[in-house]
């Protein structure tokens, strides 16, 4: 287990002009103490007890009373990174009206195209951000400032850029290399003796970022993804021997494909990059897909993106965010299915849909935009604390501070032997593997 504890700039001074409450019983919302904290981990035992350490129980986030920074000096940055997700423009709207409406900050800047807008050789301008400016983002898909990925290894740039621009603070909006980068960033403003935070909020659809619950985007796309796997139901359930196949988002992680066929109830295999299988033998995918078309007539398969990488050949290299470049599984099983009938003589009518980038241009659905202001909001009280080197996130219900080394440090991945895995088994009733010999 890592370390939760947060780092702060210094020591906060300055009177929060929230004008919250102290005490309980008021029926006024609270500031919420730094000693307010939650268990990661809950699981217990009868007749075990333990008493965590600190840095194993996580800060809850909120306003603070003291503030490190005067919001009448203080400048701000927000920059969105790597690829769209639902959701973008509501955090950008949510960081801007939380500063300039609860905070009084007026310097606002939003940094174009992603890191690549910090390096100069690009020669992009910052984009002067108010509540006016940003009020009707939210019903619009992807990014006003625009997005990039990549350029975030380039640190010592991006600094040199920072330090020019004056900002105190930056806001990092994106996923697990966003991330990697925004750490490194405020490593570099560390040995620099500078005082500015860097807090970030985890953009991801794949809901692949370590000890957070649940990423913005990922509800959104889930609805979006439960729109096209209804479709392809349509399509198979209309032909004869129809199949459909759809491919979505999941480079390490299934879970758009597995709460999506738990959602739609329409799909009869989901495929997962945590959860191997074979195409051939009597166990294979493609027998028993054999079998549920002489049994029902039709079939709808779900794939993420990342599931059966070994079947393919092998793919050299990364791309710009760092990610490992993945072959086609899509094309993939699409071309094997149909080659399997055609040697059998089966005639077959196989439709394949990829929506991911109909989903990820998709403005929020409101669950998703809820989501974002509050994760906004929150981003903004650890920032105006002097918080620095941390992530907003959901855990247990609760809105808290996670170290991005912590976030960064893994990828959150299903468990094949755990409950959300046997419930999508169960309730779509595949076989438990598609192996021919037990593992």
């Known amino acids: 287990m890592p370390d939760f504890s947060i780092e702060s700039l210094g020591r906060p001074t300055i009177e929060s002009p929230l004008g919250l409450s102290k005490k309980k019983g008021d029926l006024i919302p609270n500031f919420v103490p730094d000693d307010t904290l939650i268990r990661y981990m809950i699981q217990a035992a009868p007749g075990v007890s333990d008493t965590p350490t600190r840095g194993e129980l996580l800060e809850v986030a909120g306003p603070r009373e003291k ?10 940055g927000i920059v969105t990174c790597g690829g769209l997700c639902p959701g973008l423009n509501d955090v950008i709207r949510s960081l801007v009206r939380s500063l300039w409406l609860l905070y009084g900050v007026r310097r606002i800047s939003g940094i174009r195209y992603g890191y690549k807008g910090l390096l100069p050789d690009y020669g992009f301008e910052v984009i002067p951000l108010s509540p006016d400016l940003v009020d009707d983002i939210h019903k619009i898909g992807g990014t006003m400032l625009g997005t990039s990925r990549g350029g975030g290894e380039r640190t010592g740039e991006i600094v040199d850029t920072i330090e020019r621009l004056n900002l105190n603070i930056l806001f990092a909006i994106g996923g697990d290399g966003t991330q990697k980068g925004a750490l490194a960033i405020a490593g570099e403003i560390e040995r620099r003796g500078l005082k500015i935070a ?3 909020v985890p953009k991801t659809v794949d809901n692949d970022i370590a000890f957070v619950e649940k990423t913005f985007g990922f509800d959104t796309a889930v609805v979006k993804a439960s729109e096209a796997v ?8 209309s032909q004869m021997n129809g199949i459909g196949l759809v491919k979505l988002m999941g480079r390490d992680s299934g879970f758009i494909a597995v709460h999506t066929v738990l959602a739609v109830h329409e799909a009869n ?6 959860v191997g299988f074979e195409l051939d033998g009597p166990k294979g995918l493609l027998a028993v897909l ?15 993106e990342g599931a059966g990488q070994g079947l393919l050949a092998s793919t050299v290299g990364s791309d710009a965010s760092g990610n490992k470049k993945l072959g086609d599984i899509g094309l993939f099983l699409k071309e094997r299915i149909q080659a399997y009938f055609d040697f059998r003589k089966v005639e077959i009518n196989l439709k394949y849909i990829d929506p991911s980038y109909m989903i990820r241009s998709a403005t929020a659905e409101p669950v998703d935009s809820l989501y974002c202001e509050r994760l906004g909001n929150n981003a903004v009280h650890a920032a105006m604390a002097g918080k620095t080197k941390l992530l907003i996130g959901l855990v ?5 501070h996670i170290p991005i080394a912590a976030a960064v440090s893994r990828r ?11 419930d999508a088994v169960e309730a779509i009733q595949q076989p438990l593997s598609f192996r021919n010999e037990v593992v």
């Open 67 to 76: 503030l490190y920074f005067s919001p009448s000096h203080v400048h701000v």
């Open 198 to 200: 860097v807090v970030g």
């Open 230 to 237: 209804a479709a392809a139901h349509m399509e198979a359930h």
């Open 269 to 274: 295999f989901v495929l997962i990059p945590e």
């Open 290 to 304: 054999e079998k549920r078309l002489e049994r029902r007539g039709h079939a709808v398969i779900v794939v993420a």
């Open 396 to 400: 247990h219900n609760e809105f808290v």
């Open 412 to 422: 959150k991945i299903i468990d094949p032997e755990g409950s959300l895995w046997r």
